[in-house]
C-alpha cells in the first residue's frame, strides 16, 4: 500500500514524535509510488466527493424542502385521542323527584396495551380464565364465553387505547376476586362507570324511554357528521326512545380527552396532558309530569284493565293541562322496567318487548291510533255547526233509525246503538249527553247531500273535523307519534286505486267493482260522524281536541312533557318551557250548548256516564267528558269493543283533561 503524493509531501512538517528515526523511514517506504497509484489515488478522490455532495444535497431536501410535510406526518401518525364518556343529565318530574338517575356500575375490561404484549396461548387462557370468574352467579342465557371475550377485543367499536369493557354489573365478589387475584389476570381492569338508574322501576317507562348502543346506521350517520362539541365513538350509547331520545342533545355529557403520544405499534409513549379535557355531566330534564299523579294514572288504568276481564289486556290513558298543553301523566300497559335494559339485553326478553301482538315497547297514548267512536262526536258537532248543517238549540226527533235512502236493505239504515232505540225530540246538547247516533248520522248524511248539490267541496265534513288535530300529528315532544287517520274522498279513491293495482283478484277481476269501491258513498260520511268508518285517532289526540273545548281562549296547543332544563344539578335554566298554540278555535255561540251536553253525560240521570259517576264529589270537583265504544271486529271472544272516555274538570275553570282507551274493554 503507498501513501498518495499529496499526503507526502506534508512529511517535513508532522510532528516530532512522528518524524523520529524509527516511524520516519516507514512512511517514507510508504511514499515510494508505483506506476498506476496516482489513477487510484484521483478515483477514490472523486467517489469520496460525489458522495458528500449526494448528502448534502439530500439533506437540504428533507429539512428545507419537505420538512413542514414530514413533521405533520410524524405528529399525526404519533398523537392518537380517546374519547372518555360523560355522565348524563338526570330526569325529573315538575316537583324534583328524580325519575331518571346515574348509578356506578362495576364494570370489567381488558386493556388491549397489555393484552396484546401476551403470547397467544397466554391470551387464550386468559380468556378461559376470565370468562370462569365472571360467570359465576351467572344464568345460562346470561352467560360469557371465551368467543364472546375475542368478538368483543376486536371489535372496532372498541377504542384499544381505553379498557375494552367484556361485562357490567359485576359483583362485588366478583370485583374482590379479580382484584385479589390480579396476577392471574393480567391485563383484565376493573372500573366503576356511570349508568342508567330508575328509582322507580316501571313508573313513566313510555314516557322516559331508554338508552342502548348506536346501531350501525347512526353510527354511519355519525361517521358523517359528529358533533364537534359531543363527538360519538362507535361504542357511545344514545337515547333510543321517549325523552331519552328526544332530549338527547340536552341529556348527552360533553365527553372528555386525552391525547397521548404513540408509537409504531400503538403503544403509549406519553400523555400530553396540556390538551386533556375532564367529562361534563349534561343538563338535568325537568318534564311536565307529576310523579304522584302519574303513579296513580298508572295504577287506575292498570286496575280497570284488570277488572274488565278484557281478552287483549292493553290500554291507556293521558292527562293534559288545557290551559297550556303541558302533559301531567301519560301512562301506557302493558308497560315495562327500564333497568332491565341497562348494560345490554338478551334476546328472549327482547323478543318479548317487541311481540307485535302485545307491543310492550310501544306507548299507545301516542304511537297507536285506534277507533275515536262516539269521543269523536265533539268533531263531528264542530264540523256541523261551523257548516250551518245544525244549530245549538235545533230540534231533531230521533227515530231510533236513520234512513239514508228509500228501501229496506242494510245498506240504508242505520240504527242507534243497544238495539235502534228511538230517542224523540232531541237538541245538540241532549244528542251529546245521550250519544244519539241517530242525530250525528244526519250530521254526516246531510253534509254528503250538500257535497252531491255543488253547495260544498267532497271534504268539507272531514276539513273541520281536522282543525282540532285530528289525522295529524300533535307535535309532542316524543318520537313515533302516530297522525291517526280521517277517511276523505280521495284518500277512499288511492285505497281503492292500491289495491285494484297490486293484484285486480281484490275486486274479483272486475273493473266496474274497482269503480264502485272508489266511489265515496253517503253512508261512510254518516259512519265517519259517530267516530267509525276506520277513523282512526290516539288517546293524546283527543284529549288536546277537548282542551281546545275545556280552556278559555279555544287554543289548540302543542302537547309538551318539557317544564324546563337546568344545567346539571343547578338552578340555572338552559330551555324554559313555552307553551305554543296550533290554532285556535273560534267556537262562536255554541259552546254553552256544547259543555251542557258534556257536563250531562257524567251529571244527568239520562247520561251515558252517569252509573260510574255515582258518588263522585261533584259539588267540589264537577266534571264533564263523553263515553264511547268502538266496534273492532266481529269475534266477540277476542275482540270485544273498546271502551274510551274522555273528561275535562273542575268546570267551569278547566284545569285537566284525561283521556282514556282500554282494548277491549267492551
Not at 364465553?145 to 375475542?150: G, N, Q, R
Not at 288545557?322 to 301519560?330: E, L
Not at 242507534?416 to 248524511?445: C, E, K
Not at 283527543?542 to 338552578?571: C, M, W
Amino acid at each position: 500500500m503507498a501513501i498518495p503524493k499529496g499526503y507526502c509531501r506534508l512529511l517535513p512538517v508532522l510532528p516530532t514524535m512522528v518524524r523520529a528515526p524509527r516511524y520516519r523511514s516507514r512512511l517514507a517506504a510508504l511514499c515510494c509510488h508505483r506506476p498506476g497509484d496516482h489513477v487510484v489515488a484521483f478515483v477514490a478522490r472523486a467517489v469520496v466527493l460525489g458522495v458528500f455532495v449526494a448528502l448534502v444535497a439530500r439533506l437540504w431536501f428533507l429539512q428545507i424542502v419537505d420538512g413542514r410535510t414530514l413533521e405533520q406526518q410524524v405528529i399525526s401518525n404519533t398523537r392518537k385521542t380517546v374519547i372518555l364518556p360523560a355522565p348524563r343529565g338526570r330526569i325529573l318530574d315538575r316537583n324534583g323527584i328524580v325519575l331518571v338517575d346515574n348509578r356506578e356500575s362495576t364494570v370489567v375490561g381488558v386493556d388491549w396495551q397489555a393484552y396484546s404484549d401476551l403470547e397467544p396461548a397466554q391470551q387464550a387462557r386468559l380468556r378461559v380464565r376470565l370468562a370462569d370468574a365472571l360467570n359465576r352467579g351467572r344464568l345460562r342465557e346470561d352467560q360469557i364465553t371465551t368467543k364472546d371475550i375475542a368478538h368483543r377485543l376486536n371489535d372496532s367499536r372498541f377504542s384499544h387505547l381505553r379498557p375494552v369493557p367484556i361485562a357490567t354489573d359485576v359483583s362485588v365478589s366478583q370485583e374482590i376476586f379479580l382484584k385479589e387475584q390480579a396476577d392471574r389476570f393480567p391485563a383484565v381492569t376493573v372500573d366503576r362507570q356511570a349508568v342508567r338508574s330508575y328509582p322507580y322501576g316501571s313508573l313513566a317507562a313510555h314516557v322516559l324511554g331508554y338508552v342502548g348502543s348506536l346501531s350501525e346506521d347512526q353510527w354511519k350517520d355519525f361517521e358523517k357528521a359528529n358533533d364537534p362539541k359531543k363527538p360519538y365513538i362507535q361504542s357511545d350509547e344514545i337515547g333510543k326512545a321517549g325523552v331519552e331520545a328526544r332530549y338527547e342533545s340536552y341529556l348527552r355529557g360533553t365527553p372528555g380527552r386525552r391525547v397521548y403520544e404513540v408509537d409504531r405499534t400503538g403503544g403509549i409513549v406519553r400523555e400530553i396532558r396540556s390538551l386533556r379535557h375532564e367529562p361534563r355531566p349534561g343538563d338535568d330534564l325537568y318534564l311536565s309530569l307529576d310523579a304522584k299523579i302519574q303513579y296513580k294514572t298508572e295504577e287506575a288504568l292498570q286496575a280497570k284493565i284488570v277488572a274488565s276481564d278484557t281478552p287483549t289486556p292493553a290500554g291507556a290513558a293521558v292527562l293534559i293541562d288545557p290551559r297550556n298543553g303541558q302533559v301531567r301523566a301519560m301512562a301506557s300497559y302493558p308497560t315495562y322496567d327500564p333497568s332491565e335494559l341497562v348494560g345490554g339485553i338478551s334476546r328472549d326478553l327482547w323478543s318479548e318487548l317487541t311481540d307485535k301482538k302485545t307491543k310492550i315497547l310501544s306507548n299507545r297514548a301516542i304511537q297507536e291510533a285506534f277507533p275515536a267512536a262516539s269521543t269523536f262526536k265533539l268533531a263531528s258537532s264542530y264540523a256541523g255547526l261551523s257548516l250551518g248543517i245544525i244549530q245549538p238549540n235545533e230540534v231533531v226527533v230521533d227515530q231510533g233509525t236513520y234512513k239514508l235512502c228509500d228501501g229496506d236493505t242494510s245498506g240504508c239504515k242505520k240504527r242507534n246503538s243497544g238495539g235502534g232505540a228511538a230517542m224523540g225530540p232531541i237538541t245538540l246538547s241532549t244528542a251529546l249527553t245521550r250519544s244519539s247516533d241517530f242525530y250525528f248520522y244526519r250530521v254526516g248524511h246531510l253534509a254528503w247531500v250538500r257535497h252531491k248539490n255543488g253547495q260544498a267541496p267532497e271534504d268539507a265534513l272531514q276539513a273541520k273535523m281536522k282543525e282540532l288535530g285530528y289525522g295529524a300529528k300533535t307535535g309532542i315532544d316524543l318520537t313515533g307519534e302516530t297522525p291517526g287517520r280521517v277517511p276523505t274522498p280521495a284518500t277512499n279513491r288511492e285505497l281503492a286505486d292500491t289495491l285494484w293495482n297490486q293484484s285486480h283478484e281484490n275486486y274479483g277481476n272486475d273493473p266496474a267493482l274497482w269503480q264502485d269501491a272508489r266511489r265515496w258513498k253517503a253512508g261512510y260520511s254518516a259512519d265517519i260522524a259517530i267516530g267509525q268508518f276506520d277513523v282512526l285517532v290516539s288517546p293524546l289526540q283527543t284529549a288536546n281536541a277537548y282542551a281546545s273545548l275545556a280552556n278559555a281562549d279555544g287554543r289548540l296547543y302543542q302537547p309538551s312533557l318539557l317544564d324546563r332544563i337546568t344545567k346539571y344539578r343547578s338552578d340555572v335554566i338552559v330551555k324554559p318551557f313555552e307553551a305554543k298554540t296550533i290554532r285556535t278555535i273560534d267556537w262562536h255561540d255554541w259552546k254553552p250548548a256544547l259543555l251542557e251536553g258534556f257536563a250531562g253525560v257524567t251529571q244527568s240521570g239520562l247520561g251515558t256516564a252517569y252509573p260510574p259517576f255515582q258518588g263522585f264529589p261533584f259539588e267540589t270537583f264537577p266534571v264533564s267528558g263523553k263515553t264511547g265504544t268502538a266496534e273492532v271486529g266481529d269475534d266477540a271472544n277476542s275482540k270485544r269493543d273498546n271502551s274510551l272516555f274522555v273528561g275535562f274538570g273542575p268546570n267551569p275553570d278547566n284545569q285537566w283533561v284525561a283521556s282514556v282507551m282500554i282494548e277491549g274493554g267492551g
